[in-house]
């Protein structure tokens, strides 16, 4: 792995005297899947925030898909996906509609929103549920359909924050499987996740604790390191 898709160098960012990410430094590459774990409270949310050019850093060098932070927050919005555990999606419009809406937001042309959408429906197998309320939907669907519509635009990164919270293991396996299809067609997947189990799909882990980054590594040299039977061990070790 070599062609760096987000770059850090010495985060910090300040809420008054409350310091949320202290000197955060990683990189992410092309096609990754990388688990950014973390207890409640650790930075996370705030990393992200930044990493989407919602919010300003105190101080440090952050590059997304190529571009700067501090200058460059507008395009780095049009190269990103987003996709938040309450799944983004807007209940009281049906399946189709939010797929225009995205689609609208993103600036993709009438033409190719039309093709992309039959080809989204048929793969979800939603074509006859497509003029359905997403208020109606069963769990996974909507899950599903949130993720698709995340990457509609064929973004080079897609930032899931929390993506499985309160789904069922079988739905959750299958919501992976549209991960690693996703990472295989070269798009980065940056995750966070409170599953543990979750952390062995991801090619490597950062785990952070106070906002600092403690361990970052693939899992397998995680548990190595940390001498733990699984990642549920290791996150306990660091985080408690």
Known sequence: MTDKIISVK???????????NDNLTFDVYKGEIFGFLGANGAGKTT??????????????ELKV?????????????KNIGYMS???????DLTVTENIQLFAGIYGISRKVRKEKEAELLKKLNLEEAKNKLIGGLPLGWKQKL??????????KIVFLDEPTG?????????????????????????????????????????????????????????????NA?????????IAR
């Open 10 to 20: 010495n985060l910090v960012k300040k809420f008054g005297t409350f310091t949320a």
């Open 47 to 60: 990393t992200i925030r930044i990493l989407c050019g919602l919010s300003s850093p105190t101080s440090g």
């Open 65 to 77: 898909a190529g571009f700067d932070v501090y200058r460059d927050a507008e395009k780095i919005k």
């Open 85 to 91: 555990q309450k799944f983004s999606l807007y209940e």
């Open 146 to 155: 949130a993720f698709s519509v995340a990457i509609f635009h064929d973004p």
């Open 166 to 226: 309160g789904v069922d293991p079988v739905t959750r396996r299958r919501f992976w499987d549209l991960i690693y299809e996703a990472a295989n067609n070269g798009t980065t997947i940056f995750v966070t996740t409170h599953y543990m189990d979750e952390a062995e799909y991801c090619n490597r882990v950062s785990i952070m604790d106070a906002g600092k980054i403690e361990a970052l590594d693939t899992p397998a040299n995680l548990k190595k390191m940390y």
């Open 229 to 237: 039977k699984d990642m549920d061990e290791v996150f306990v070790k």
